[in-house]
């Protein structure tokens, strides 16, 4: 069965600086979809960024990258010059390719920026 | 905003009572899927229609049952309600079904039982 491990519970970062979220997977499928979602306060779930498990190349949205490592099934967000608006939960999630549904998330990880 | 509305916001209720939460998918997505997230928990996958008909099951209790009209929106029952089913419930609507399509979250149906 597939799983979703985040094993930060809670992560802190100076305002300005760089924090990197941990994730890691366990699929035996080869195709499949990674996702990140940031929930902050208004509880409201937005889509920070996605990866493609057939592309090598890493994702990145402005300030948010992925270290995505098919091999070790391993997924992690990095948010470079963290800013106050980054607070908030952060949930990887796993989906299987077109066609089968199965949408996984993780237990999160609450994110605290220092000003 | 995504999009998707979900009514109402809140929903405070006693144990026994059955209530409906309902979902409007964003204009011209056929996908909606239901999300219950208990204090601190992560999103547990309850159910999935697409365009009318029940596309996949999560853990889904069968006090609870859903349904998407032919306008595509969406209403999940909840029945014989616990003091446990107080959680927040998410609708989430995407343009087609698989795992490739983006999902759209709404602002979530806070659900008190007491």
């Known amino acids: 069965a597939q799983t979703v491990t985040q094993s930060q519970p809670e992560m802190s970062v100076q305002e300005a600086e760089t924090v990197t979220l941990s994730c890691t997977y366990d699929?035996?499928?080869?195709?499949?979809?990674l996702f990140w979602y940031k929930q902050p306060p208004s509880r409201q779930m937005i889509l920070v960024i996605r990866?493609?498990?057939?592309?090598?190349q890493n994702a990145t949205e402005n300030r948010f990258s992925v270290n995505f490592q098919k091999a070790a099934k391993s997924f992690s967000l990095k948010i470079s010059d963290s800013q106050l608006g980054d607070a908030a939960m952060y949930f990887c999630?796993?989906?299987?390719?077109?066609?089968?549904?199965?949408?996984?998330f993780g237990t999160g990880t609450r994110l605290k920026v220092l000003a | 905003d995504s999009g998707v509305t979900q009514t109402p916001k809140h929903l405070i209720t006693a144990t026994g009572q059955r209530v409906t939460l309902r979902c409007s998918p964003r204009?011209?997505?056929?996908?909606v899927y239901w999300y219950q997230q208990s204090l601190d928990q992560g999103l547990q996958f309850l159910i999935q229609?697409?365009?009318?008909?029940?596309?996949a099951k999560g853990n889904i209790l069968e006090r609870f049952s859903a349904q998407q009209f032919p306008d595509l929106h969406s209403e999940l029952n909840l029945s014989s309600l616990e003091l446990g089913d107080s959680a927040l419930y998410f609708c989430?609507?995407?343009?087609?079904?698989?795992?490739?399509?983006?999902?759209?979250f709404g602002p979530g149906t806070r659900l008190t039982v007491t």
């Open positions: 999630a796993y989906s299987l390719a077109p066609g089968t549904y199965k949408y996984i």
């Open positions: 989430a609507s995407s343009v087609d079904t698989g795992g490739n399509y983006e999902q759209y």
């Open positions: 204009s011209g997505d056929l996908s």
């Open positions: 229609y697409y365009n009318g008909e029940e596309r």
């Open positions: 990866q493609e498990a057939y592309k090598q």
């Open positions: 699929t035996s499928e080869s195709d499949y979809y």
